[in-house]
């Protein structure tokens, strides 16, 4: 009888600031689902925003989780170190002829999205940029080192996928409806990948078989199970789990000092008072 491979979940925050109670939330969570299921907990680097990131960043991530008690696999998967890959990728969506290059800046854009002819008009999604530009002129202006980002023809690639459905632990079985959002921006000239592409790459390489993460996220998962298709990569399960908040009903975020995992460190608390505060309290142990 063949069994099962076990799960595998991943915890990837991207070192632009100190993590917070929120982070601890989610990163206790995945590797409690992890554990539950008899499977495998992973962390991740995901540092592409090279403008924001920070190495002291990444090394408080490291201290902060093992504060909390959690362990993971060496060597960690930092994305900067696997640009190649996200290459790969674009270069097949490339020779689908499902990318191209978007000249237009974001004034431009706002001002053809509010334009009276625009077919997105009233919308966010974006579609067509730069229709009255020939390949030629694309190309002229690439080799000059213009500024661009490279966008998915998304109704084309609607076409090549088709339905396309992914199932969520808490929500079920969801329908992805990717077109809402447009032709996506796969990268830039100076960012040679965009999230939705790495982590769909990452997700598939390192073998992730259940992503959990905040309903934040929930929206993003249409755009990642499109390019699972897109790229012949496998689909996981999804857990996107409840966000934490402040006493005024924000999310937390990383401008929230006073809640960051090394402040609270410093001024007495426990692993277990976090793992109690965030309501995990299945983890590793006890901390006190």
Known sequence: MMTSPPVVTRFAPS???LLHLGHAYSALFSANEARRRGGHFLLRIEDIDTGRCRREFEAA?????AWLGLEWPEPIRRQTDHMADYRAALDRLKAMELLYPCFLSRRELNAALSAPHSATH???AVFDTDRSMSESERTRRMEAGEPYALRLRMRQALEL??????HDIDAGEQCAAPAAFGDIVLARKDIPTSYHLAVTVDDALQNISLVTRGEDLLHATHIHRLLQALLNLPTPLYYHHRLLIDRSGRRLAKRDQSLTLRALREAGHTPYDIRVRVGQTEDIGSGH
């Open 61 to 65: 991530i490291f201290t902060d989780l």
């Open 161 to 166: 996928a088709g339905d396309l459905i992914w």
């Open 122 to 124: 009233g919308q966010a």
């Open 15 to 17: 070192p632009s600031g």
